[in-house]
């Protein structure tokens, strides 16, 4: 069966640190991948898809990045990160862009 | 950032009891639909889905409603048992182009 594993769970980043939260998933190959960042509200944001090793698509300009160096595996980046960077955020599987698995989250806290 | 003061729907039931969590969504033209389960500091759990040319689908312990004519969605859970606590969304789309709903805390009581 498919897994998807995402870490850390939580992590505390001063303000202009760097940022990596890393995803992998197992069981299945070529998913479509995606990061989301889930507000207080619930409301749910994409922030990236990929389809494929080294495909990115970015839905809203921001202070991340994304990269996926390989079939399984996708993350989330920023060189410099902001107060406005805190949340929680979510890593998600697809077979082909139906259903969402989702990861376990990241809740990042940026101080 | 945080909301202070956010308040969901909440829905208390008896353990063994069933429960019934309802949605209700806006696009007409919404043709998948998705219920998850999320506790608390834990990401989203994929529940059930339904595609808008079905009435009923059904799971294990779990039925969903989809009545398109009002544009409403239910989620069913037989037996709720203590486990079963957690904030529920529906939710419209795929992956891609993927809305969750408001959600709504089940409680399940001893």
């Known amino acids: ?111 | 950032g945080e909301s202070v003061g956010l308040h969901l729907p909440t829905l208390s039931v008896q353990e063994g009891d069933n429960s019934i969590i309802n949605c209700a969504y806006s696009n007409s033209a919404s043709d998948y639909f998705i219920w998850y389960k999320q506790e608390s500091g834990k990401g989203p759990q994929f529940i059930i889905d339904i595609r808008s040319n079905m009435d009923k689908r059904q799971g294990q312990r779990v039925t969903v409603l989809l009545n398109k004519t009002v544009k409403h969605l239910s989620l069913q859970i037989a037996a709720t048992q203590p486990g079963d606590s957690a904030v529920y969304f529906c939710a419209e789309g795929t992956a891609r182009q993927l809305t969750f709903g408001s959600g709504t805390q089940l409680t399940v009581l001893p």
């Open chain 1, 1 to 111: 069966s498919q897994t998807i594993h995402q870490w850390p769970a939580t992590l505390v980043q001063p303000v202009g640190s760097p940022l990596s939260l890393e995803c992998t998933v197992e069981g299945t190959s070529n998913p479509n991948l995606y990061w989301y960042r889930q507000a207080a509200g619930r409301g749910l944001q994409l922030l990236f898809y990929s389809v494929g090793i080294g495909q990115i698509s970015s839905e809203v300009p921001q202070n991340l990045s994304a990269s996926r160096p390989q079939d399984r595996q996708f993350i989330l980046s920023s060189k410099k990160l902001l107060l406005s960077d805190s949340g929680f955020y979510l890593c998600a599987w697809s077979p082909t862009n139906t259903e969402a698995f989702f990861g376990q989250g990241t809740r990042l806290t940026v101080v």
